[in-house]
């Protein structure tokens, strides 16, 4: 099991950026690849972005061109930083393996864009 503990959050006008990090407690460079989730209030969990291993990226239509994730294996840290930050943006955001380890689910992170 895997441990992920998510940070960076806070809140942010509309047009503000944020870098939220994931700390991982063993090595994930093996992983086929790594995303980043959120869930607004009331809505599903939604993947947001993903990295393979050698580097691919992926990002839902909504983030595409605002947001970008990294990740640095040698720190075991993925890393989502988020430009151009709209309320819609609003979330508990969370890193987990793509397809999603079921127990490895951390608290998350919150994101509040508001002025």
């Known amino acids: 099991q895997v441990q992920l503990v998510e940070s960076g959050g806070g809140l942010v006008q509309p047009g503000g950026s944020l870098r939220l990090s994931c700390v991982a407690s063993?090595?994930?460079?093996?992983?086929?690849?790594m995303g980043w989730y959120r869930q607004a209030p009331g809505k599903e969990r939604e993947l947001v972005a993903s990295?393979?291993?050698?580097?691919?990226?992926t990002y839902t239509d909504s983030v595409k061109g605002r947001f970008a994730i990294s990740r640095d294996n040698a720190k075991n840290t993925l890393y989502l930083q988020m430009n151009s930050l709209k309320p819609e943006d609003t979330a508990i955001y969370y890193c987990?393996?793509?397809?999603?380890?079921?127990?490895?689910w951390g608290q998350g992170t919150q994101v509040t864009v508001s002025s």
């Open positions: 987990n393996r793509v397809p999603p380890w079921g127990d490895s």
């Open positions: 063993r090595s994930i460079f093996s992983i086929r690849a």
């Open positions: 990295i393979g291993s050698g580097g691919s990226r």
